[in-house]
């Protein structure tokens, strides 16, 4: 069953409330290094898996795409991103991303931002993805790291007094479901190894253009939480593109 937290209003209602939710892109800890991943977009026909609040889909259009399609499980999520957008050249569909099918050469360019740890089968979007993409197109998406993913709660281990000890790698190699807590809900993700990502990736046609494992920007360094952030990845961004 694919899960849609963010349709139950007090789940979205918090992640409303989150910097990236309200400010955008800037106040996103990886956008500096993930920006510097995506392609010229010039012309492009862009495909945004996961579109969320369509910052990315705008982002696009900002830099010349021809065509954005944003999809996103959550009519709230889309709600909120027709409401931020004005052109018609953004078209945002209500759809599974796992459902999502097209045709070949339907797209330049995909770009999928923090959606694919909650999609039990990598390889199958890869499929699809590597099936609509022209020859040469690009992939560029950011997932939970493998180090954050492992353990499944996705907590840090702390002392009596709350003071954070370490984070828990553990059951690495088991890949599959792990129960977390995210704005205080229960939510299933998915988690795989490292392996997993890239070898679905060579597998489906895409050769690795750069892997990054990004740091919290440095105007981001005094907000909550951040400065931990330097303690352990949270966040794995890889650009890939079809041979």
């Not at 984070?167 to 977390?180: C, K, L, N, S």
Request: charged share 25%; glycine share 6%.
């Amino acid at each position: 069953m694919k899960e849609n937290k963010y349709d139950s209003i007090q789940f979205f209602n918090q992640y409303k409330q989150m910097p990236r939710s309200m400010v955008g892109l800037q106040a996103a800890g990886e956008w500096h290094e993930l920006k510097k991943m995506l392609p010229d977009f010039k012309g492009k026909r862009v495909l945004d898996l996961g579109c969320g609040f369509g910052w990315h889909s705008r982002y696009a259009l900002e830099q010349g795409a021809k065509s954005i399609v944003g999809i996103d499980i959550s009519e709230r999520m889309l709600q909120e991103a027709r409401e931020k957008t004005t052109s018609p050249l953004i078209e945002y569909i209500h759809m599974p991303v796992e459902d999502m099918d097209y045709p070949e050469n339907s797209f330049d360019v995909v770009v999928s931002s923090l959606v694919f740890h909650y999609i039990e089968s990598f390889e199958n979007i890869c499929k699809k993805i590597s099936q609509c993409l022209v020859q040469g197109g690009d992939f560029v998406f950011s997932v939970e790291h493998p180090v954050f993913t492992a353990q499944g709660n996705q907590q840090w281990y702390c002392d009596a007094k709350g003071n954070l000890l370490h984070w828990p790698v553990d059951h690495y190699f088991e890949e599959g479901v792990r129960q977390a807590v995210f704005l205080g809900e229960k939510v299933t993700k998915y988690h795989r190894t490292l392996t997993t990502y890239i070898n679905a990736l060579i597998q489906c046609g895409f050769e690795i253009i750069k892997l990054v494992e990004p740091q919290p920007a440095d105007h981001l360094m005094n907000e909550p939480g951040m400065k931990e952030e330097l303690r352990r990845p949270m966040m794995l961004l890889i650009s890939a593109r079809k041979k």
